[in-house]
T-cell receptor
């Protein structure tokens, strides 16, 4: 069964610091990978996604993520965070075989950026 | 664009009472629909998903059930609520032909007392 692990549950950074949030998944086949973000009081929204091709994907608001197949990882990065990046971030995986109509989420990482 | 309408926003129910949360979709036909529960430290847990009318897949054993009586309607139910059913419930949808993007409802905060 597919599962997603986010190792950092709570991250506190100062503005302009660099960010890297870890995400590992357990599934041996082909996957689609996603990062979703939930800003305080708002709906979950898509930050970026990987389907195929270049393993380094760019998302909105300066975020990027790198798919490393050998490590089953899809870490989220941003070179310089802003106070407005304070939010909860969820990694998600969709397996492309078997029951393909499921998106499994990680436990989330709460990011607090201090001005 | 696709929109999920979910209600009520908050609900307080006594233990043992029934539950019915409704979710409707606009802007797409024949969507995949999902019920997630969001809990602190546990992230988004997939409870049920449906690929069509009357088709429900359950991900975790629990006190809840789901039904899809119409293409754009997805209902989460319980006959008798437990304290452990308290949580934040999210309805979500995606286009049938693509998992490219989930669109979410605004959620229901359920408190079972």
């Amino acid at each position: 069964a597919q599962s997603v692990s986010q190792h950092n549950h709570h991250v506190i950074l100062s503005e302009a610091a660099s960010l890297e949030l870890g995400c590992n998944y357990s599934y041996g086949g082909t996957v689609n990978l996603f990062w979703y973000v939930q800003y305080p009081g708002q709906h979950l929204q898509l930050l970026l996604k990987y389907f195929s091709g270049d393993p380094l994907v760019k998302g909105i608001k300066g975020f990027e993520a790198e798919f490393i197949k050998s490590k089953f990882s899809f870490n989220l990065r941003k070179p310089s965070v802003q106070w407005s990046d304070t939010a909860e971030y969820f990694c998600a995986v969709n397996a492309l075989s078997g029951a393909t109509n499921k998106l499994i989420f990680g436990t989330g990482t709460l990011l607090a950026v201090q001005p | 664009s696709q929109t999920i309408h979910q209600w009520p926003a908050t609900l307080v129910q006594p233990v043992g009472s029934p539950l019915s949360l409704e979710c409707t979709v606009e802007g797409t036909s024949n969507p995949n629909l999902y019920w997630y529960r969001q809990a602190a430290g546990r992230g988004l847990q997939l409870l049920f998903y449906s690929v069509g009318i009357g088709q429900i897949s359950s991900e975790v054993p629990q006190n809840l059930s789901a039904s899809r009586p119409q293409d754009r309607q997805f209902i989460l139910s319980s006959k008798k609520l437990l304290l452990s059913d308290s949580g934040f419930y999210l309805c979500a949808g995606s286009r049938q032909d693509s998992m490219e993007k989930l669109f979410f409802g605004s959620g229901t905060q359920l408190s079972v007392l």
